[in-house]
Structure formats: C-alpha cells, structure tokens
C-alpha cells in the first residue's frame, strides 16, 4: 500500500466540533518551528485572551499555507473576492503579523 492509498481516520471531539471564534492570530518562528496563537478582541475591551496555540514544523506550515490557498480560490469561485479593510478601517483589530524576536 502507497501514500496516496492510506487513510486516516480523525475524531473530532465534541467540545472541538463547537470551534473557537478568532479574529486576532499572532504568528512567530524560530529555526525549526512556527507558533500561531490565535485571540479574540472585543471593542471597548482593553485585554485579549490567547484561545488556542498552534505549534508546527515549517514543512507543516508551507502545507497549510498552500491548503489554504487553495481553498480561498475555491472559496472565491464560488461565492466572489473576499473584501479586506483598508488599512486603519478595522482599528488595528485583525490577523497581523508579528515579527519573531
């Protein structure tokens, strides 16, 4: 049996079926690894919470890179260009990136 024949089965728990609601990621790296925490801002709310942190080998993060390129083009195809807001319009609230230190 090759590498295309193999499956894998996922279970996806029940509280992970719900999601988590992000609109901020902080995204950092070192040489062998990429750290995306992802938070939720609130207006009117001066502190953020980290919900999730997602830690990933470089390989990992070029395959979600190119799978999620891939599915915005799909995404687009079917239901038109995703609109971003200019610069400043979303009061600094967003996915940015962050430089890794």
């Known amino acids: 049996m090759n590498q295309a024949q193999k499956q894998i089965n996922i279970e996806l728990g029940e509280k992970e079926s719900e999601g988590i609601y992000s609109n901020l990621a902080l995204i950092s ?3 062998s690894e990429f ?12 502190k ?3 919900y999730a942190r997602i ?14 390129e891939e599915n915005v083009k799909k995404y687009e ?20 990136v962050k430089k890794a230190e």
């Open 55 to 68: 830690v990933m080998t470089p390989q990992h993060i070029k395959m979600l890179q190119n799978a999620l």
């Open 77 to 96: 195809n079917r239901f038109g260009n995703i609109k971003l807001l200019g610069k400043n319009e979303g009061k600094d609230i967003g996915f940015q």
């Open 48 to 50: 953020s919470k980290v």
């Open 29 to 31: 790296h070192s040489p």
């Open 35 to 46: 750290i995306i925490d992802f938070a939720r801002v609130l207006p009117g709310t001066p």
